[in-house]
């Protein structure tokens, strides 16, 4: 993670669900994410993002300064796009987007984790996995076959 990166992340103090967070975590295996730059410190940036639907946003200390020299904040903006596994005909079903991650492993300053449940790994199918078969015993000692 870039210095610029890590400094961002280190003045969030809160993540705001637009949709709150009982959906969110019902809803969302996956969300994306990006920096995105803004005018503001807090409040949901605005709608004019082209990447999806805004679901969560994070926002920063009041102390925090512009981080960019255009005089805006870097904020975290979390998403989903048409064609994602939570939306109607999406796709992704037992894939993740390079810029997904868990919703459920992230906190202000805490960038998050891709989980098996984001990549469409459901325990079912992880239990279903076949786990080896215990190697061949050994012969007596003295035997030929």
Do not use: C
């Amino acid at each position: 993670m870039s210095d610029a990166s890590a400094e961002s992340l280190a003045l969030e103090v809160t993540i705001v669900w637009v949709e709150g967070w009982d959906n969110v975590d019902a809803k969302y295996d996956y969300v994306r994410w990006m920096f995105e730059k803004t005018r503001n410190r807090t409040g949901k940036p605005r709608g004019s993002m082209r990447a999806g639907r805004i679901v969560g946003f994070a926002e920063l200390d009041e102390s925090a300064e512009p981080t960019e020299p255009s005089r805006r904040y870097r904020r975290r903006v979390f998403y989903v796009k048409d064609n994602d596994r939570s939306e109607p005909g999406g796709q992704y079903q037992d894939a993740t987007p390079h810029e997904a991650v868990d919703p459920r492993t992230l906190r202000p300053g805490v960038h998050g984790e891709l989980t098996d449940r984001a990549r469409g790994r459901r325990q079912t199918q992880l239990n279903a996995v076949p786990s080896p078969s215990p190697p061949e015993p050994e012969p007596p000692s003295g035997a030929l076959f």
